[in-house]
């Protein structure tokens, strides 16, 4: 039996800023909020997720053999000059470099390879980075690395939550951590300041409401109600995670591949207007960007050209 710190120091190694050990098995409390944010139709047309809900609440159906949940976190907090946003629309901080899949997939792979060095056998596991029907942010709230806060992103003390989830799914008989206390408190900052109020309660995000999804989720026309508030955001919004005291805390991710794209600097919303999709898909190669398609980004632009005459500063 490997010491779980040993295992927990060979994830900083490579690049992982928190790491804890959850349970293989359900978590009775986040899956009824889940069941119950499904059943009030809150995800929109994000239909996968609707699909693929049994999976999504017990790891168990998704791979049997699992013993112990390996959570990592790794900041994607990069401290960039955020004047650089105004000339060509605001970007949301974690698609402003490299998507994160392959990346943290990779650092993921590697640490299994040195554990497994160690115990001189094969184990099995199974990645997840946002690439399967997974509770990130509960199993990581499980496992320790925080708790999941009133804007319903996953909050590390002294950390914040700019923060990338992992899992591995592995048939290693593990220590579980226990969970950490909320923090929040008193606090409403992120409800107060949503700009569309998506918060409609404290940890229930309506996604139907919400920026985010509209710029990145949402095929079609986004409703013009939401307009006006979309404001800058070209993709992606970060309001609740800029508001929230605790991204004071945020440290420099350790990975250059999260850094802005160095080509984003110097665009502006009329050369985003301007591309093709050809050069759309060669421009964002590689970065989350391409998820909203070229067509989404485009709407996303004009919607922003359109509230420039309101932009004073
Ligand atoms: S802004 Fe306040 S209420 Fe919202 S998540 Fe942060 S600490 Fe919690």
């Known amino acids: 039996m490997i010491d779980i710190q040993t295992i927990k120091s060979i994830a900083y190694e490579h690049g992982f800023d928190l790491c804890g050990v959850a349970p293989a098995e359900p978590l009775p409390e986040?899956?009824?909020?889940?069941?119950?944010?499904?059943?009030?139709?809150?995800?929109?047309?994000?239909?996968?997720?609707?699909?693929?809900?049994?999976?999504?609440?017990?790891?168990?159906?998704?791979?049997?053999?699992?013993?112990?949940?390996?959570?990592?976190?790794?900041s994607y907090w990069h401290a960039e000059q955020e004047?650089?946003?105004?000339?060509?629309?605001?970007?949301?901080?974690?698609?402003?470099?490299?998507?994160?899949?392959?990346?943290?997939?990779?650092?993921?792979?590697?640490?299994?390879?040195?554990?497994?060095?160690?115990l001189d056998e094969d184990t099995e596991s199974r990645i997840c980075v946002d690439s399967a029907p997974f509770q990130e942010r509960a199993y990581a709230a499980r496992a320790g690395l925080g708790w999941i806060g009133k804007n319903t992103c996953l909050i590390h003390p002294?950390?914040?939550?700019?923060?990338?989830?992992?899992?591995?799914?592995?048939?290693?008989?593990l220590p579980a951590d226990e969970p950490m206390a909320d923090h929040c408190g008193?606090?409403?900052?992120?409800?107060?300041?949503?700009?569309?109020?998506?918060?409609?309660?404290?940890?229930?995000?309506?996604?139907?409401?919400?920026?985010?999804?509209?710029?990145?989720?949402?095929?079609?026309?986004?409703?013009?109600?939401?307009?006006?508030?979309?404001?800058?955001?070209?993709f992606g919004c970060d309001v609740c995670q800029q508001v929230c005291p605790y991204n004071r805390f945020a440290v420099e991710t350790r990975f250059e591949e999260f850094h802005a794209h160095a080509d984003l600097a110097g665009k502006s919303l009329d050369d985003f207007a301007a591309m093709t999709e050809a050069e759309f898909n060669a421009f964002f190669a590689g970065s989350p960007i391409r998820r909203a398609g070229h067509e989404g980004f485009q709407r996303n632009v004009r919607i922003v050209q359109g509230n420039s005459a309101n932009f004073h500063d």
């Open 83 to 118: 004047h650089e946003q105004e000339r060509m629309g605001e970007i949301a901080r974690y698609a402003r470099g490299r998507d994160y899949h392959k990346v943290l997939r990779r650092q993921c792979k590697r640490l299994v390879k040195d554990v497994e060095a160690l």
């Open 158 to 173: 002294k950390m914040g939550s700019y923060l990338f989830l992992a899992a591995i799914l592995w048939n290693l008989e």
């Open 30 to 74: 986040p899956n009824a909020r889940f069941t119950a944010w499904l059943n009030a139709g809150m995800h929109g047309e994000m239909a996968y997720l609707r699909r693929h809900a049994d999976l999504r609440m017990d790891t168990r159906t998704f791979w049997p053999a699992a013993q112990s949940i390996l959570m990592l976190g790794a």
């Open 186 to 234: 008193s606090c409403h900052k992120c409800l107060e300041a949503c700009p569309t109020q998506a918060l409609i309660k404290p940890h229930t995000l309506d996604a139907r409401k919400c920026i985010s999804y509209h710029t990145i989720e949402l095929r079609g026309e986004i409703p013009d109600e939401y307009h006006a508030a979309i404001g800058r955001r070209i």
